[in-house]
């Protein structure tokens, strides 16, 4: 599954069968670990969102994300998160990756990840333009645990160009 298609999806209690909120972002750990989801309703002045923490997601698909219960949300302080998939000051969306030699692969635009093994990422969707993306498609590049979340751009080792592979998924998902 990739990131981008679960932003704006409903979150339901299941115990209430009530619709809590909608996705708005993801939490993410340097380690590629999606810790959580945030919610939509952060007021402009608040320094807090609402989060639902990963463990506490029952179940989710294409429609939408199952939580525990209500219970399950949480506020947390928005400066506490370190990375987030879409917005913020850590966001992993449209972030230069570059392997150590200084050789730019693209922007991410998109994080995948595999319902079969959790929370971990397994890998990005890289664009190097809109019209690369158009000729070529874009590239997806698997995670490595040598990969790092800088402030500006994602290290990647040295030849990752070479490990960089056609998209899963067409350029309109």
């Known amino acids: 599954m990739k990131l981008q298609d679960m932003i704006g999806l409903a979150v339901f209690d299941v115990e209430d069968g009530k619709q809590i909120g909608k996705i708005h972002d993801f939490m993410v750990t340097a380690d590629w670990r999606i810790t959580g989801i945030e919610l939509e309703g952060k007021g402009f002045f608040s320094s807090h969102v609402k989060m639902v923490a990963w463990d506490d997601i029952v179940a989710y698909g294409e429609d939408a994300i199952m939580i525990r219960n209500q219970q399950a949300v949480r506020k947390t302080e928005a ?62 590049l698997p995670c490595t645990e040598d990969m790092s979340i800088g402030e500006n751009a994602v290290m990647v080792p040295p030849l990752s160009e070479q490990r960089l592979e056609k998209a899963i998924y067409s350029v309109n998902g």
């Open 79 to 140: 400066h506490d998160i370190q990375h987030t998939y879409l917005l913020g000051p850590g966001k992993l969306k449209d972030l230069s990756v570059l392997t150590e030699e200084g050789l730019m692969l693209g922007h991410i635009s998109d994080v995948y990840f595999d319902q079969e093994m959790g929370n971990n990422i397994i890998g990005l969707e890289i664009s190097d333009g809109f019209v690369s993306d158009i000729i070529e498609g874009r590239k997806w």
